[in-house]
């Protein structure tokens, strides 16, 4: 049973695009971290995820 499916998200901001055409499923079971340098969107992911701000494209539904 999936818990969380990304579909085609992109997102990015003036010339920088952060994600592009990524998808993902996280079921019941998983987990999953978000890590990397500063600037290459992972407080974005997380706003996208908790629906505060829309992306681009794509869609992500829990």
Do not use: C, R
């Not at 993902?24 to 505060?52: C, P, R």
């Amino acid at each position: 049973l999936s818990l969380l499916t990304v579909s085609g998200l992109t997102q990015g901001f003036a010339e920088k695009t952060l994600y592009e055409d990524a998808n993902f499923v996280l079921n019941k079971e998983d987990h999953m971290g978000v890590t990397g340098q500063n600037g290459v969107g992972k407080s974005t992911l997380i706003k996208i995820l908790t629906g505060e701000i829309l992306p681009d494209e794509g869609s992500v539904k829990w």
